[in-house]
């Protein structure tokens, strides 16, 4: 790992250390909207691939975070913090990592997954075989749930993300006051799907 990030991980470590730490769970909660598609919530130590629309993963951030627990995201350095609070993210519980280096992103994803309930993050490129098998051994002892975007070997399930409604528009002209989110599950060539209304600032 590169010096400025490491240091910047380890002091991010530390300062979660301080507060309660995260225990090994089961399960991590979901956003209450989402009950219908996980009625049991997130699987604890699992990787999930999600695609498409960012409200949905703050839609899966907002879970654990009402629940209490620590959330982070790493790779995102544009995500909206201002979106995630509508949804209802603790952001004095959000970690954020903006940018990082492809070489340091199996570790930085590690040393978080042991303080936090739920990671989201872009991951690399290319990943080894190895490093998916070390990082799934690290979630599953620590109980926290990965979801990456985009493609991930191995995942628990694949999760899809897409605006298929706004409203407020009428013949090209007026504001955007909200929208219909389509959040789809595909589990064991299964899919099924919730419709949830979103906020939209004008």
Same mark, same amino acid.
């Given at each position: 790992?590169?010096?400025?990030?490491?240091?910047? =991980?380890?002091?991010?470590?530390?300062?979660?250390?301080?507060?309660?730490?995260?225990?090994?769970?089961?399960?991590?909660?979901?956003?209450?909207?989402?009950?219908?598609?996980?009625? &049991?919530?997130?699987?604890?130590?699992?990787?999930?691939?999600?695609?498409? @629309?960012?409200?949905?993963?703050?839609?899966?951030?907002?879970?654990?975070?009402?629940?209490?627990?620590?959330?982070?995201? /790493?790779?995102?350095?544009?995500?909206? #913090?201002?979106?995630?609070?509508?949804?209802? #993210?603790?952001?004095?519980?959000?970690?954020? =990592?903006?940018? $990082?280096?492809?070489?340091?992103?199996? @570790?930085? $994803?590690?040393?978080?997954?042991?303080?936090?309930?739920?990671?989201?993050?872009?991951?690399?490129?290319?990943?080894?075989?190895?490093?998916? @098998?070390?990082?799934?051994?690290?979630?599953?002892?620590?109980?926290?749930?990965? /979801?990456?975007?985009?493609?991930?070997? &191995?995942?628990?399930?694949?999760?899809?993300?897409? $605006?298929? &409604?706004?409203?407020?528009?009428?013949?090209?002209?007026?504001?955007?006051?909200?929208? !219909?989110? &389509?959040?789809? /599950? !595909?589990?064991?060539?299964?899919?099924?799907?919730?419709?949830?209304? $979103?906020? #939209?600032?004008?």
């Amino acid at each position: 790992m590169t010096a400025p990030t490491a240091t910047r =991980v380890a002091e991010l470590h530390d300062l979660l250390q301080r507060h309660e730490q995260t225990p090994a769970a089961d399960s991590v909660p979901v956003h209450p909207a989402l009950t219908e598609l996980f009625p &049991r919530g997130l699987r604890g130590g699992a990787v999930y691939a999600l695609h498409g @629309s960012m409200s949905a993963a703050l839609a899966l951030l907002a879970g654990p975070s009402l629940a209490g627990s620590w959330c982070g995201v /790493v790779g995102l350095p544009d995500l909206g #913090v201002e979106a995630a609070a509508e949804w209802g #993210v603790r952001l004095d519980r959000l970690a954020l =990592v903006p940018q $990082i280096s492809p070489a340091d992103w199996t @570790s930085v $994803i590690a040393s978080l997954v042991e303080v936090t309930a739920l990671v989201v993050a872009t991951p690399p490129e290319h990943i080894s075989p190895g490093e998916v @098998s070390r990082l799934l051994a690290r979630l599953r002892t620590s109980g926290s749930t990965l /979801v990456v975007l985009g493609d991930w070997p &191995r995942a628990a399930a694949a999760l899809t993300g897409r $605006i298929v &409604r706004w409203a407020g528009l009428h013949a090209g002209h007026g504001h955007l006051s909200g929208g !219909t989110l &389509r959040f789809e /599950v !595909t589990e064991r060539h299964r899919t099924r799907h919730v419709d949830l209304a $979103i906020p #939209v600032r004008p």
